[in-house]
């Protein structure tokens, strides 16, 4: 069985959007691509940093999935990551209110021995050197999907295009594979970037799906059109952890099965948003992950002949 | 053969993009709609005004596509609509220039007896009484389908409510679904549309794509990703053209075929922001539509079962 291994932040969050607020809650990219992969029944690990105000439940809590939590360091005396932010009406546009790097700022991540032969690598959003680091670990892998953000864009673009040089998968939203490319066409974008190293570029855009492109393929999976959408926070991540822990259980990396991987990534990642936080996630069974996935069938396909 | 009445208008624009400018060239929801159900091979007709300005060349261009141009009313003395605005670098905000509503302004639309009898109507964003007027001389439809705009929300609006209560289809943008139910979620805003009288209510995304709600059923047609989108004019009405063409030729109203409807509405609007105007709409063949046809099919489908 492959194993998979996630870079990514475990943290809190405090997250307010026209439906309430929340007080510090689990949050972090690490967490939610833990979380989500997990509904694959693979072997996984999360390499991350808390501080000593971390609570030994949410640590519990990502054991009880099946999750390696080996690899996340306590510094007892440091506190954990904190970001807060606000959503506006449309759920599309946040405000961050807070960010509170603690214990992230000095993270010298340490892939734990019995992952560094891992199959499966998924670097979530954190500074690119942080990225490379756990990624020179790594002994052999046989993909590596990086995930970024517009932040590393700005302030360390050198350091970001070194670390995407060495993958094989990009996920990034809608503008900042144009900030990234310099392209306002999608199709462009995904070229440019493909030219920078990554074999598979996947466009994240929200509530309006993701497209994943390969050399001269393209495939889209749209988002679930929902009643209500709760909560935006880590669907992105959700998405990936759909993504990569589908590969990783699956083993197969023809375009075909990253088809169904983008697809299982808009599965969870539609149950993400239900719920503030992680909630939704802490309780998804494979039963309702099944019965989605027959709604996007019904939502996508169709059985048409030329006229 | 099923019949198919559009009403709309023809006209002139004049269209400036990232990409280059026109004079005033062939244009209208009319001409649009008309151009692009002709692909199917069907028995229409436009009913529209235009004035002593308008060529001979363009009735005899949609007459070339087997459209019956007799309801074109022309105004010896009158001057033809005119509408010109500008697109922005992403192309999704148009700024308007100019409207000149010349001979639309007075619009009395007559529908020729041939066509009294059509089974399909297609009511192209026009001010609401001119759609009723239409409407009332068309003695038993099998299916309507309005398409309006935000402008006309903002100036009559119940005059906007009498015709959707009359009608089976409507097609909106996003924006103006929310506009006009009230709702964010475009799941809820759907909802509340039907129970303003159409059972089916397509929301159009633009790039993102185009949805068809039908009770508790949903589907999704993505747009094609494009290498570039030269201009975005009138691909809204070649969706409305496809959609109501395709159902023409077929006669059949299963949710099934009208998701194919949907697809081939995307199909022919992928092709429509390809040139300036019109320009790719007259000389597209049926090889291209059936070629794009899989292009939709390798981009949407999957084949996947639970894990």
């Not at 997990?38 to 009880?64: C, H, M, R, T």
């Not at 509530?207 to 959408?229: I, K, R, S, W």
């Amino acid at each position: 069985m492959s194993k998979l291994l996630i870079i990514g932040s475990v943290a809190f969050d405090a997250i307010e959007t026209p439906y309430g607020k929340t007080d510090k809650i689990l949050g972090g990219a690490g967490t939610y691509i833990g979380l989500s992969a997990s509904n694959f029944n693979v072997d996984s690990a999360i390499v991350s940093v808390v501080g000593g105000d971390f609570p030994d439940k949410y640590i519990e809590l990502l054991a009880s999935k099946n999750i390696n939590t080996e690899g996340i360091e306590i510094v007892k005396d440091g506190k954990t990551f904190f970001w807060s932010g606000k959503y506006h009406t449309n759920l599309n546009k946040r405000d961050t209110i807070e960010t509170q790097l603690n214990v992230l700022a000095d993270f010298n991540p340490v892939v734990p021995t019995a992952y560094k032969d891992a199959e499966y690598v998924m670097l979530g959003n954190l500074h690119p050197l942080v990225q490379l680091s756990a990624l020179e670990q790594i002994e052999n892998p046989k993909l590596v999907v990086l995930d970024t953000m517009n932040f590393w864009m700005d302030s360390c673009l050198d350091d970001l295009k070194k670390v995407i040089a060495k993958v094989d998968v990009i996920t990034i939203n809608d503008e900042e594979a144009r900030q990234l490319s310099g392209e306002e066409s999608l199709v462009q974008a995904a070229r440019v970037i493909e030219a920078m190293g990554p074999k598979y570029v996947v466009i994240k855009k929200g509530e309006h799906g993701a497209l994943l492109f390969y050399e001269d393929q393209t495939f889209f999976a749209p988002a679930l059109p929902l009643e209500e959408v709760f909560d935006p926070t880590g669907a992105g991540d959700t998405f990936a952890g759909g993504f990569i822990g589908y590969l990783t259980k699956t083993d197969n990396l023809s375009f075909d099965n990253m088809k169904n991987a983008v697809i299982y990534g808009s599965n969870l990642a539609s149950f993400s948003v239900e719920k503030f936080g992680t909630n939704r996630m802490q309780e998804l069974t494979k039963k309702e992950i099944g019965e989605r996935l027959e709604a996007f069938k019904q939502l996508t396909h169709f059985n048409i002949k030329s006229y």
